[in-house]
């Protein structure tokens, strides 16, 4: 027993001394060029009020409240995710660095090192003080296998040296390599070791519905079970009166309800029991949300509103583990039996761009020359018998025991006349869809493990391009990591390695074109379509700034992300009682142009 105490005392010194804990003698470099931002714009309005409840809904209720681990990984994260603030952040409109948990940071000259300054004020929801010890823990955390989250422990071993501490408010990240967007590697969140304590195979089960202590303006206050999920706005935020945070944040609860069909969801939003409904699908802008009597009578507006960001990238992915994807020629002959152009301009009414590539909207990043494959029969009939494929009785492609069938997985019930649409032109090409739509967290879950045949979904965006994790060898055949197609191929490894250890932007510019046409190589993901707005309809007492959202906004209504909306009670009451009389206004639609790209 003494022996194993003394061994543990032995590892806890080495780390504190040499390795992940931070060094004790390290001492704060004098020369540092201490810089903040209090001169950025406000994007919020100085004319907020606070109060009211913003209800919204899930199409299936999370797996779990985990932010890492098993079925973690879904939609409902962010939720959670939002209400942790970094040690700094992205203005969302000029895009330069601004204080979240820090209020100074410098650069080392190393190019590898970030000093910050903590915000003294800064608490956990718990009220227990926001110190360097829990960036310090963040990488123990991390590293843990206990947490059973393989990218976020290569991540944080393989993009991050160390953590600093010169005292409890003063502290270095150091990535293991210099990198010209150092901000993007080391601006962690900090994790309260007063909650989690020590580590153990029992974390998953454990903290599966844990109510994590977070640094954010809402902390999820009532879960009912496979019912829905409220947050409660901390009426003594530390951060409530820091110039970037004023305006912001508004509403005193956030309720999120399950609500699994897309028609229930509209007639929720109809019955006010739901505060927006999204319209950018063109039959609910042209049609449903134009014509229904609320918006006749001026009780709800429609919002059109341009952004300038990133794109997703959305389309099919196919799992590479299939047989019948192993093939090259299969997998172009795919993309060739997707008739995009038909859905663009009919169903879709030419709302929507087709996505010509994986990394689309960051600029030089972009590799401009690719455009993506075209539904063309002369060509799948090509590919196909190039490989020594026949048609069978009912036209579709077999080969041996294979046979031209496709389990396409989804998850958002709106988008099957999309995939019935494909689906139908799919089979004038010799190649069977059939459609699987599950729950969002029943298709997540199966992806994650790879279980699908091709899925039908878009990731988020990021700062840079990144491909390690969705198509480094490293991710391949395992499951809960997001490489779903399988992709395993060593040169394509090779460029990520150089893409990811390159510190020269040129260098790293040149690579990502050079990846986006491997993966245009592979055929893997086929890309489908964009869409460089957003258009939601709301109750009318819902206020914004005179620019609603930012360039960079996903939503009118983002409660954890620019939240910029609120509630004008009066306004509320007014309608209110109009509905009641049968007073009415005028219909109002409203399109934003001021982000619109030129």
Known sequence: MISKIFARFWLIITLFCFGTLGHATDKLPENLQWQ??????????????????????LSAFPLTLRTVGPDSNSSFRGAINGNQLSLISLHPNTEELIPELATHWAFGEDKKTMYFKLDKRARWSDGKPVTANDFLYTLEFMR????????????????????????????????????PDLFLIVNITPT??????????????????????????????KIKKGKSITFKRKKKWWAKDLKYFQGRFNVDRVIYTVIRDQTTVFEYFKKKRLDDFIVTFPNYWHEKAKSIEIYDKGYIKKHWFYTDSRESPAGFWLNLDKDLFKDPNV???????????KLLNG??????????????????????????????IKKVEELMTASRWKRGTDGIWEKGNLRYSVKVTYS???????????KEEAKKAGVDLQLQRLDGSAAFKLILEKKHDAAWMGWSTSFRPRYWQSYHSDNAHKAQTNNITNTDDPAMDKMIRAYRDSI????????????????????AFVPTYKVGYFRTAYWRWWQFPKVAATKNSGGLFEPFGTSLFWLDPAIKKETEQAMKTGKHF?????????????
């Open 144 to 179: 843990s296998q206990h947490i059973v989250a393989p990218w976020y422990n290569n991540y944080y071993t393989e993009k991050l040296d160390k953590v600093v501490k010169y005292d409890d408010h003063t502290l270095a990240i150091v990535a293991t390599k210099a990198d």
């Open 331 to 341: 997998r172009y002959a795919f993309a060739h039996a997707i008739h995009m152009d």
């Open 504 to 523: 020269d932007p040129q260098v790293r510019i040149r690579l990502a074109h050079q990846i986006q046409e491997k993966i245009q190589e592979i055929g």
């Open 347 to 376: 169903l879709l009414r030419g709302d929507y761009s087709r996505l010509e590539n994986h990394n689309t909207g960051y600029g030089e990043y972009t590799n401009p020359n690719i455009r993506a494959r075209r539904f063309d």
């Open 192 to 221: 309260p070791r007063h909650f989690y304590g020590e580590l153990n195979k029992d974390f998953v089960k454990r903290y599966n519905w844990s109510i994590v202590p977070n640094t954010g303006p809402y902390q999820i206050d």
């Open 36 to 57: 903040t931002n209090d001169t950025a714009p406000i994007f919020a309005s100085p004319d907020a009020k606070k109060g009211g409840t913003y209800r919204t809904y």
């Open 412 to 422: 958002f019930d709106g988008h099957t006349p999309r995939l019935v649409l494909l």
């Open 586 to 598: 005028k219909p109002e639609t409203i399109i934003d142009t001021t982000f619109k790209p030129k």
